[in-house]
């Protein structure tokens, strides 16, 4: 069963609007097309530690597939059952210590052992490399013994893009697909051709559309934008599993998901487009400080635990009505 998108009907919290208020602050300061991409890093990761997992949640870093990978354990998880977890950071920076507190409240709400691969990261390493360690370390579960129904794959910004360029790569493969796959706001179009990069312009409290071509221009080459592995709202979808994705209003990538969830809908994929009137790009990081954050994570596990059981569909415990 294919929902229809939809928006939470509830006030934006007063802790929303001061952490808004502050993201808007300090990030007025930076221009991105000066970034310096190691102190980013670092300040990325120094800002995700800040975070808290849940208690009941270990992590154990052990490789992957030749990559530094975390393995994060809510108590009791069976073994055979694993969201694998793509972190976000533009394809630039991002890390398991940017990531892992987000990944653990996702990890923890659907009672399943979360993965999360440290993949090459640009301008170092450009477009295909993170593709291509995306595709080794899922074709690595499946070595391992990993069931492929029993895999949920996802990712926030470029590591939304990234799982779904996964995704395309296992399928033209001819390589069994996961059951599932999570969104949270996905960078799905590096052309940035989408409505909202100058409707939400103005409301968007992180990022600016002129900074963006910088920031693309470090991954991959001009010629490369239009490739479905780069931009995959221009790929043929059909045969991928069944989506949640979850995306703030006020994003300018906002028209990313909303294009993505049309062809899916039009390849007769389950998808359900879940819109968060007043959110901003992955607020679903700060699950400890914000109430939309720990219901948009609940959200998030409900829908891998219903899938991993083999509940078809998006069911109305993901939905935001």
């Not at 294919?2 to 939470?8: E, H, Q, V």
């Not at 179009?189 to 002129?210: A, N, V, Y």
Request: some cysteine; overall charge positive.
């Amino acid at each position: 069963m294919t929902l229809p998108a939809t928006k939470t009907k509830r006030r934006i919290s007063r802790r929303a609007r001061v952490f808004r208020a502050i993201i808007s602050w300090y990030l007025k300061r930076i221009d991105g097309r000066m970034l310096d991409i190691g102190r980013t890093r670092k300040r990325l990761d120094f800002f995700g530690g800040l975070g808290r997992a849940p208690r009941r949640v270990s992590c154990r870093r052990e490789p992957l597939a030749g990559l530094p990978a975390a393995r994060l354990v809510p108590h009791g998880a069976p073994d055979d059952a694993v969201l694998l977890y793509w972190h976000g950071g533009a394809y630039l920076v991002g890390s398991i210590r940017s990531h892992r507190p987000l990944v653990s409240h996702i990890a923890h709400a659907a009672g399943v052992q979360a993965i999360i691969p440290e993949y090459r990261l640009a301008p170092e390493h450009r477009f295909p490399a993170a593709v291509e360690d995306a595709v080794r370390v899922y074709r690595q579960l499946l070595d391992d013994g990993i069931e492929p129904a029993r895999i949920v794959v996802g990712g926030d910004s470029a590591g939304g893009g990234l799982t779904v360029a996964m995704l395309l790569s296992l399928r033209d493969g001819n390589v069994p697909l996961p059951r599932a796959c999570v969104l949270l706001s996905p960078w799905l179009d590096l052309t940035g051709s989408g409505e909202s990069m100058h409707t939400r312009s103005g409301q968007d409290p992180l990022f600016k559309p002129h900074d963006m071509p910088h920031v693309v221009g470090q991954y991959c080459d001009e010629h490369e934008l239009h490739h479905p592995l780069v931009s995959p709202v221009f790929a043929d979808v059909a045969g991928l599993p069944p989506t949640l994705i979850q995306v703030g209003d006020d994003e300018i990538l906002l028209s990313d998901s909303e294009r993505y969830a049309q062809k899916l809908r039009a390849a007769g994929i389950d998808v359900h487009l879940d819109v968060w009137p007043g959110m901003w790009h992955v607020w679903q990081m700060f699950v400890r400080l914000m109430p939309e954050s720990r219901l948009a994570n609940i959200k998030l596990g409900h829908f891998v635990r219903d899938q991993l059981a083999g509940r078809a569909g998006a069911d109305g415990r993901t939905s935001s009505g």
